[in-house]
């Protein structure tokens, strides 16, 4: 059997059970139109491990759907927006990762910095506080919207660092 346009996961999981096919998805990869995320959204959507979930964690986030209802869809219009999807958050990734590349100094590390993490309560703590709306709320906010408040807080937290490194050499 020929996947096709019409052929849904059910039938590709039936039809596949063993071989391995995912190396000749790439001949049909094109990327799905995705909508803006919220901050939730991407959390929700980081927990993506698996092929099964690329399959079904971006149309139950996204789109509502349960299992049922996933599995009945067409196998390549799943995958491509699951793979989109998956694109989507390795460049918000590689992003972050870029934007908030931090060094810290021989007396941070003996201070403890990489003892701290606060994870994802931090960040929506400090959004929550910042807003004055509740920390639910900071998960219904554009992703978009929470990069830019963090990458404005991480720029003056560096403008201070460098501002108290010249005070203190003039000293």
Known sequence: MKITSKTTIEDVILMLKGID?????????????????TYGQRIDLSSMNTRYDLLFIPQKVLLGLDEKEVMSKPFISVYNYGLSVYQE?????????????????????????????????????????????????VFDLPERRIYAMMKIDYDNGMYQRRLNQIISKQK
């Open 89 to 137: 958050l390795e460049r918000m990734t590689i992003r972050d990762e870029k934007t908030f590349k931090y060094n810290p100094t021989a007396e941070e590390v003996k201070a403890g910095f990489y003892g701290i993490d606060h994870g994802v309560f931090g960040v929506v703590d400090r959004i929550a506080q910042r807003l004055s709306i509740s920390h639910e709320a």
């Open 21 to 37: 096919f995912w190396d000749q998805l790439e001949t049909v990869f094109i990327p799905a139109k995705i909508p803006e995320l």
